[in-house]
């Protein structure tokens, strides 16, 4: 069974730093594309930055352009989201996905595995 575990979430203040893991079992992933999503409630679930399979590639929704940064680890199967400089407006579950594809992609519906999300509050 494959899963992804988030991990990292948690409430800080206007300006800080966090560091979200996502963790897979079940497979590797170690050639195709992962990324994080974010959603609020009553709104859509937004990309926020992805990855292509040697880290070679990063995509970044404009919104968090210049503060966050991916990043994965082979051997540890895992993917990162590192959030600097974080804003009210950051806040939102944030979703790990992994992609059985070979690109880089934006679009949610390119994603077959999905974490459970990890909160992350961000007051003024």
């Known amino acids: 069974q494959v899963r992804l575990v988030e991990s990292g979430g948690g409430l800080v203040q206007a300006g800080d730093s966090l560091r979200l893991s996502c963790a897979a079992t079940?497979?590797?992933?170690?050639?195709?594309?992962m990324a994080w999503f974010r959603q609020v409630p009553g709104k859509e679930r937004e990309f926020v930055a992805a990855i292509n399979w040697n880290a070679g590639t990063t995509n970044y929704a404009d919104s968090v352009k210049d503060r966050f940064i991916i990043s994965r680890e082979h051997a540890k199967n895992t993917v990162y989201l590192q959030m600097n400089s974080l804003k009210p407006e950051d806040t939102a579950v944030y979703y790990c996905?992994?992609?059985?594809?070979?690109?880089?992609?934006?679009?949610?519906?390119?994603?077959?595995?999905w974490g459970q999300g990890t909160q992350v509050t961000v007051s003024s």
């Open positions: 079940g497979r590797t992933f170690h050639t195709n594309p």
């Open positions: 996905a992994a992609s059985t594809g070979t690109g880089i992609y934006s679009n949610a519906d390119q994603y077959f595995y």
